[in-house]
């Protein structure tokens, strides 16, 4: 029994609806601080978001999705199977954390599947080692990084406030005009980094279905992986944004500049390095930077544990469900 055609554009459907969660789940990281400190209604800054989501193709490239696709998992020992059952355990472990609130890391629920479903089928031999380490690492450094990066924009900002005398109402006026710009630019980096994730998968699916003979990104898979990532943030993710915005600390506009900035250089960073670093661990740890500026008790930090432990998680509980439904598949599909 052999896979056609329709089959692969299901999974491709398949994958373009894990693209959609993605942007559904992580609209919170993109618009939860523009919402809380007011400066857009929620759904102008979702269609905001969603607009940098959908042109960040225009300034990154595709080493993420390398990285992907053919950098972490051997390419050759892959199915149409194994990428069916990888995206079901991505998708699932999406919804589960959306349902709960907690603002979990899709890129690392995407790895999590595909890394279980690819054991399932071949063993751990499938997995090189070398393309994990940067990834690894950048569950650690990520959230650091951008912590430490908020933390001291936070403390630069102020200092520049306080030298400048400049009035509450005055800080209020320009630092709203510039919560558009640091929004724009960490909706830009979010597009551009798990955008690629989605691609890089799609097109180690082309690969593995023999659609294509090298592995190289369509034009076509580069559109669609952005339209349905800005979709998906077009559909908001109310019950994360809430958690995002308003349970880890109390944001102002100048905090919301400070925490997107920091977080969207981070982004960019990684993006260039081809690290597909979640974008959620990014702000999070930025907001939490930049709260602990204003002051160390104003972080609500059981709330950040909780966020915390749902990262640590998410890539075996995605690995997991992968495993499990690839074992489930192939008593129906081919291996």
Not at 118 to 138: C, D, E, Q, R
Not at 193 to 221: R, Y
Not at 234 to 244: A, D, E, F, N, Y
Not at 292 to 316: E, Q, Y
Request: charged residues 10%; proline residues 3%.
């Amino acid at each position: 029994m052999t896979l056609g055609l329709p089959f692969i554009i299901f999974v491709i459907l398949l994958a373009l609806t894990f693209d959609f969660t993605n942007g559904m789940h992580d609209a919170a990281n993109s618009i939860s601080t523009i919402v809380s400190t007011r400066v857009l209604s929620p759904r102008l800054a979702v269609i905001w978001a969603a607009f940098f989501n959908f042109i960040a193709f225009l300034v990154f490239g595709t080493t993420v999705a390398s990285t992907i696709g053919k950098g972490m998992i051997d390419v050759n020992t892959v199915t149409p199977t194994v990428i069916f059952a990888g995206l079901v355990g991505a998708i699932s472990w999406n919804l589960i954390t959306w349902y709960f609130g907690l603002p979990s890391s899709s890129s690392h629920a995407l790895i999590g599947g595909y890394a279980g479903a690819a054991i399932a089928k071949s063993g751990i031999g499938v997995i090189i080692v070398g393309g994990w380490y940067k990834t690894l690492i950048f569950i650690a450094l990520a959230p650091a990084l951008g912590l430490v990066l908020g933390f001291c924009l936070r403390i630069a900002v102020s200092w520049l406030i306080y030298l400048n005398k400049q009035s509450p109402r005055a800080v209020d006026r320009w630092s709203r005009m510039l919560q558009l710009v640091s929004a724009a630019a960490y909706s830009l980096g979010h597009g551009g980094n798990d955008a690629q994730k989605t691609m890089g998968i799609t097109t180690s699916l082309l690969f593995a279905g023999g659609l294509i003979s090298e592995f190289k990104i369509p034009l076509w898979v580069v559109l669609t992986a952005h339209a349905a990532i800005a979709m998906g943030t077009l559909s908001g993710g109310w019950r994360i944004v809430k958690t995002m915005g308003q349970k880890i600390t109390k944001l102002r506009p100048v905090d919301g500049v400070c925490a997107e900035s920091s977080s969207a250089a981070s982004i960019f960073l990684a993006t260039y390095l081809g690290v597909p670093v979640s974008t959620t661990h990014v702000i999070t740890g930025a907001i939490s930077g930049v709260g602990s500026a204003n002051r160390l008790s104003a972080v609500r930090w059981g709330v950040t544990t909780r966020i915390v432990w749902a990262w640590i998680f998410t890539i075996p509980a995605a690995a997991a469900i992968g495993g499990m439904i690839y074992l489930l598949t192939r008593l129906f599909l081919p291996a």
